[in-house]
């Protein structure tokens, strides 16, 4: 398996191209093991990483993100020991660090090597890590389906809807304390790919409840104007620096400026 994913990082040119192919296809495999132990049975996929399997978003993401949607719960501990073994298995050089004792488990693969093996960098010591997040105690409203894809392998997985993903995305837009460029990014492409999507409301209203959010909760003739609201300060440099070494064509910054993305907002 490690050969394969080097001879397949070994066609792309430049760093952000390496790093981005190696980690999905990383995140693939760990996708896999989850589905073989039986994970979505009670865990959705969501997140940037979901939007990039199922429907092609055009950057690449970090981070793999789950919700629980049904009991019994995962034993996170014992799950993480059976992707690090898989990974062992395979041929990678990993340790992976968790925490179970929180409503959000997480936890990192640590992979040690395998950038100097990729030709990515001139240091045999530097560590590249994936993370994983399922949270136990999510909001309430999420709809989900049982999604399919061939993304270097098979793989079938429980998912969000595309509204109940958007509905995450717009949470996350709203009540993150920073400004991270890739929801920004991310709202631009909804609205452009999905021209009279709403978000699931009932999950969006929850989320922002949840997380305390203080203002007047959005409504179905309402929720742009929030949205819109929220992003007319931001500073689009800041979103152009977070995001651009995640994007398959770094020229789509072109296309999702702050003032197209507003006026995506706009139009009803």
């Known amino acids: 398996m490690k050969d394969h994913l080097l001879e397949l990082v070994s066609k792309k040119e430049g760093y952000n191209a390496k790093l981005n192919l190696m980690r999905e296809y990383l995140q693939a495999y760990v996708l896999r093991v989850m589905h073989d132990e039986g994970v979505f049975r009670f865990a959705a996929f969501l997140g940037g990483t979901a939007l990039r399997f199922l429907y092609d978003l055009p950057r690449f993401s970090e981070d793999l993100d789950f919700s629980l949607v049904s009991k019994p719960s995962i034993d996170f501990s014992s799950l993480m020991k059976k992707i690090t073994a898989e990974l062992k298995a395979a041929g990678y050089d990993v340790v992976t660090t968790h ?115 203080p203002k007047t909760m959005p409504a179905e003739d309402t929720w742009r104007d929030v949205v819109y609201e929220a992003i007319s300060d931001v500073d689009w440099n800041t979103v152009r620096r977070d995001v651009e070494n995640f994007l398959e064509n770094p020229r789509d910054l072109t296309i999702f400026t702050k003032e197209n993305v507003l006026g995506l907002l706009r139009k009803s």
């Open 99 to 213: 925490n179970d004792k929180k409503v959000v488990n997480s936890a990192f693969i640590k992979f040690s090597g395998l950038m100097h093996e990729a030709g990515i960098s001139p240091l045999a010591s530097q560590k590249f890590s994936i993370k994983i997040e399922i949270d136990s105690n999510p909001p309430q409203g999420a709809e989900a389906e049982v999604k399919v894809v061939n993304k270097y392998f098979p793989i079938s997985f429980l998912s969000y809807e595309v509204s109940s993903l958007f509905a995450g995305k717009l949470h996350a837009l709203l009540s993150r304390k920073y400004t991270k460029g890739r929801d920004y990014f991310d709202l631009g492409w909804y609205l452009a790919t999905w021209k009279d999507l709403s978000p699931n409301l009932a999950l969006l209203v929850s989320a922002l409840r949840q997380t305390k959010w």
